[in-house]
């Protein structure tokens, strides 16, 4: 049996040992460098309208920079619920950012990709006798989870539903020990030092499919029936018939993300302008949207898909038109764009 590492995508932070020094302790001083503030900050600017989720990140990352978490657990573990495009996965890029100054300084684990029972040999090793068992192979990278002295590692399952109950239950010994023995017994993995974070849409399309219920009832009506079953109950009752009690009861905070509200639109687009701005820096070009241009990406836009749907939009449909326009006049390198008679036009 072959394991196949499709699954991951890790860049490795920088290591050293996790002993902290005698002077540090004595002065009652976390090793990690990290600020939750300055994390915090970073957060607040680029995940818009999850205060609640963000909140609960704030207090996770105070209790990891205090620095004393159980010698034998990880350093936090965190569910991330709600549906697609509203800043699960970023937020944990964003933490990588500021923390290590990369945003892709993280092991990631698709879970979509694990999703045959026989994958559970991806996670914990080979058994005796398949090919890999003695070398103790698995998806893990030792040098990502471990971090350093002074700074966390940080791990993501992402998409956690998705992966088979068996491959689910390979996670268990992780999140109860902070530690993984492969199979075969030939290795060891320490998750000690090592923020566990996990995204699952679990439940989110059971959610809309009850605001679009009633969303025909008087507004007042829709208030009482929301205060009596919120959303987040029928989340749960999803996420307690996919995963087992013995799973759930490892897992320290459990975040539910809400779905993008068209006021939080107009940020959103001035973030992905942003981002898009980033990315000519190297260029030395610059491009600005009108109130018009900014309007057309978040009017009539469907709140099922997220910030991605913003994201696509200026992809597919702004990118081009500026790619063509950088071709053709590659002096121009400050341009403004405005958006009429259902076209972008170059001011």
Do not use: W
Not at 45 to 50: P, R
């Amino acid at each position: 049996m072959s394991i196949e590492n499709a699954a991951i995508h890790i860049v490795k932070p920088s290591t050293s040992t996790h002993g902290r020094s005698e002077k540090d302790r004595s002065l009652g001083k976390s090793r990690f460098h990290f600020e939750p503030k300055t994390v915090m900050q970073h957060l607040r600017k680029h995940i818009i309208g999850q205060e609640k989720a963000l909140d609960e990140i704030s207090k996770m990352l105070h209790v990891v920079k205090a620095d004393f978490s159980p010698p034998d657990k990880p350093l936090s573990v965190t569910l991330m619920l709600g549906p697609t495009g509203v800043g699960k996965t970023e937020t944990v890029r964003l933490i990588a950012e500021a923390i290590y100054g990369q945003a892709d300084a993280f092991c990631r684990i698709d879970m979509n990709t694990l999703a045959q029972e026989h994958y559970t040999a991806a996670i914990t090793g080979a058994p005796p006798g398949y090919v890999g068992s003695k070398e103790g192979h698995s998806l893990f990278d030792e040098t990502a989870i471990a971090g350093s002295h002074t700074r966390p590692g940080i791990v993501l399952f992402d998409e956690l539903e998705k992966a088979s109950t068996e491959v689910i239950r390979g996670l268990m010994n992780i999140l109860d020990t902070g530690k993984l023995t492969l199979t075969a017994g030939t290795k060891t993995i320490d998750f000690r030092n090592c923020m566990i974070f996990m995204t699952s849409n679990i439940g989110a399309q059971a959610a809309q499919q009850y605001l679009e219920k009633i969303q025909f009832l008087p507004k007042k009506m829709q208030d009482i029936c929301l205060k009596r079953i919120p959303t987040q109950t029928i989340i749960e009752k999803v996420m307690y018939r996919k995963f087992d009690p013995e799973f759930l009861n490892r897992i320290d905070r459990t975040l539910h993300y809400q779905a993008v509200q068209s006021d939080a639109l107009p940020q959103l687009v001035e973030i992905e302008l942003e981002k898009l701005n980033q990315r000519l820096l190297h260029q030395k070009r610059t491009v600005h949207l009108t109130d018009s241009a900014k309007a057309y990406f978040y009017q009539d836009h469907d709140i099922r898909f997220g910030a991605r749907h913003l994201a696509r939009k200026i992809r597919t449909e702004l990118e081009p038109v500026l790619a063509i326009y950088f071709l053709n006049h590659p002096e121009n390198n400050d341009i403004r764009i405005d958006y009429h008679n259902a076209e972008f036009h170059v001011l």
